[in-house]
């Protein structure tokens, strides 16, 4: 059974940067393609970015790119999400999730993905 746990989540300010990471049992890590979601309160779960199994492929939502970078540790079995100058609109719960391909691809919708974390809380204050 393959378990995701988030971590590094907070309460910060408007500008500052977070690392969130993902940690992955059981399955084969590097044979994941993975991917962060979040959820906004009152609003649906959204794309956020996304990884091939390598981590040579990587895709970002228009909102984030260019201040979110998503890369992947296939030997410490570890996603992570470099969120640099945070702003008020992305305070959201984070969620990581993964799905064993075969292929390079990643994957943009949820209903593609087999395994997801608990989520962690982001909050950004203006």
């Known amino acids: 059974q393959v378990q995701l746990v988030e971590s590094g989540g907070g309460l910060v300010q408007a500008g500052v940067s977070l690392r969130l990471s993902c940690a992955a049992s059981g399955g084969t890590f590097s044979s994941y393609a993975m991917a962060w979601f979040r959820q906004a309160p009152g609003k649906e779960r959204e794309f956020v970015a996304a990884i091939s199994r390598s981590g040579s492929n990587t895709d970002y939502a228009e909102s984030v790119k260019g201040r979110f970078t998503i890369s992947k540790d296939n030997l410490k079995n570890t996603m992570y999400l470099q969120m640099n100058s945070l702003k008020p609109d992305d305070t959201a719960v984070y969620y990581c999730?993964?799905?064993?391909?075969?292929?390079?691809?990643?994957?943009?919708?949820?209903?593609?993905?087999?395994?997801w974390g608990q989520g962690v809380q982001v909050t950004v204050s203006s």
């Open positions: 999730a993964s799905k064993p391909t075969y292929s390079s691809a990643y994957y943009y919708d949820d209903d593609q993905y087999n395994y």
